[in-house]
């Protein structure tokens, strides 16, 4: 390789380092204009329609996913009112039933109290227990206990 040049110049007025091949240079060389043939500018023209036809497609195709994006924008969104909706139906039911669960524990808890336990043991003919009313019984065997009919258990 020459090296000399980049010695006494600039590197950046050297362009023989982007020229072709030197079978392309001689082609080339002198002063012969070539025309593109007819097949040639039928292909070019091919090629730009391609590309219009192509572009046109692009176009047509983006429009397009950009519609259904939005139609499945739409539809989501109208899908979670709907879901949003029952929550809040549900939400409410729940409401209602810890309100009635709330008030049958407050009239259970009246009903057990025992001022009305009393009340309806007196209705039904009961009395507190008197002294004269107790009776202790002593039995001489501590295990063993006998039914009416005579029958002995033992522990």
Known sequence: MNNYKYYGGSLAYDFDMF???PAKKQNKSGNIIQHPSVAKQAKKKARQNVGV????LSAVVMSTFIILMLFANIYSRAEVSATRSQINDVNQQIEELYSEHVSLSCSLENKMSYKN????AVDLG???VRNDQIVY??????DQVVCDKGLVLDS
């Open 53 to 56: 036809l192509s572009g046109k």
């Open 19 to 21: 020229e072709t091949s």
């Open 137 to 142: 019984v002593k039995t001489n065997n501590e």
């Open 126 to 128: 009961m009395q507190k």
């Open 117 to 120: 336990l009393e009340a309806v």
